[in-house]
């Protein structure tokens, strides 16, 4: 079973660009998830989707940060504009509606924001 | 507010020993609460779940219990290999709620 893709897995951009991640989450799953994991921390949640609708997205900068599940399969997260602030690791994840407390995750699109 | 705490220094330990990592919640009435996995440069991977009605849990090497009383869960690996060397994340649910992570504890286990 094919895990979680994202790309690209790096990223170097000037403060005020914007960048997009790209997700493809495990084929059925449901609910797909993006985290911002700053180092030394754990993850933090920044949207969760269920099919192509937004549960989740209380802790999403909304000014700079936005997301789409066009279809509920692949997803996007935009940033626009970058700040220093945002230099983090992107995770996306997803899970099953049958298995909601297993998540799978993907490997990350790391972001540096110079 | 609600805080999940995890030893922040890194646990060392000899291999063959039983590493035990500690994980606390406040303000927390977690229906579940998991582990995970993360290697340098790699997403977090799923280890273990323990419901708020369990007391402990085994999978292979790993056991973890779960102290609503305490609002602990401790995180055991025994005969610790160097390949066990990682940071280990607690995450918990109130159920309904999204998964809410703490910040790891790095594991270093010495040949």
């Known amino acids: 079973e094919a895990g979680v893709a994202q790309s690209p897995r790096y990223k170097i951009i000037e403060k005020r660009q914007s960048v997009a991640f790209w997700c493809n989450p495990i084929s059925g799953h449901a609910t797909l998830y993006w985290y911002q994991q700053i180092l030394g921390q754990g993850p933090k949640l920044l949207i969760q989707f269920q099919n192509n609708g937004v549960v989740d997205d209380s802790q999403l900068p909304k000014d700079r940060f936005s997301a789409e599940r066009l279809k509920g399969v692949d997803s996007t997260l935009k940033i626009q504009p970058a700040k220093l602030e945002d230099s983090a690791v992107y995770l996306c994840?997803?899970?099953?509606?049958?298995?909601?407390?297993?998540?799978?995750f993907g490997e990350g699109s790391w972001l540096t924001v110079v | 507010s609600q805080k999940i705490e995890q030893n922040s220094e890194a646990l060392n330990i000899q291999e063959g020993k039983t590493a035990t990592l500690t994980c606390n919640y406040t303000n927390y009435s977690p229906a579940y609460l998991q582990w995970y996995r993360q290697d340098p440069g790699r997403g977090p991977v799923f280890l273990l779940l323990?419901?708020?009605?369990?007391k402990e849990k085994r999978k292979e090497r790993l056991k973890v219990t779960f102290d609503t009383t305490l609002k602990q869960s401790l995180f055991h690996i025994t005969a610790s290999q160097p390949a066990d060397s990682a940071t280990y994340l607690c995450?918990?649910?109130?159920?309904?709620?999204?998964?809410?992570f703490g910040k790891g504890t790095m594991l270093l286990v010495s040949p």
């Open positions: 995450a918990l649910s109130s159920g309904y709620s999204t998964l809410t």
């Open positions: 994840a997803s899970s099953s509606i049958g298995s909601r407390n297993t998540i799978y």
């Open positions: 323990i419901r708020e009605n369990e």
